[in-house]
Nanobody, 121 residues
Framework: QVQLVESGGGLVQPGGSLRLSCVAT????????MGWYRQAPGKQRELVAG???????NYADSAKGRFTISRDNAKNTVYLQMNSLNPSDTAVYYC???????????????WGQGTQVTVPS
């Protein structure tokens, strides 16, 4: 059973920084693309940043220049470094991984449980 476990959320003042981590646990799996999404109250979940297994990245316009996604394939971990945070970044942040388990013909989408990021106004 593959699980994604996030950590690193919290309360941070405007202009501050946070680093989110997400580790994939389990056995006999391989990870393709990974990404971070967020969902603010009353809004739809949106992509923040994504990274392929060979390190190509993409960002939402709101994240460009402030957030950096990276991954450590040896540790099955993806990170999101968030700088210059502002109140509009307040949301639950979810990790997503496209993961293929042993014996499966294709990758499936896995989600973490979410971690709250709060930037007060």
């Amino acid at each position: 059973q593959v699980q994604l476990v996030e950590s690193g959320g919290g309360l941070v003042q405007p202009g501050g920084s946070l680093r989110l981590s997400c580790v994939a646990t389990g056995s006999a799996f391989s990870i393709n693309a990974m990404g971070w999404y967020r969902q603010a109250p009353g809004k739809q979940r949106e992509l923040v940043a994504g990274i392929t297994n060979d390190g190509r990245t993409n960002y939402a316009d709101s994240a460009k220049g402030r957030f950096t996604i990276s991954r450590d394939n040896a540790k099955n971990t993806v990170y999101l470094q968030m700088n210059s945070l502002n109140p509009s970044d307040t949301a639950v942040y979810y990790c997503n991984g496209q993961i293929r388990t042993s014996g499966s013909m294709r990758a499936l989408s896995y989600w973490g449980q979410g971690t709250q990021v709060t930037v007060p106004s």
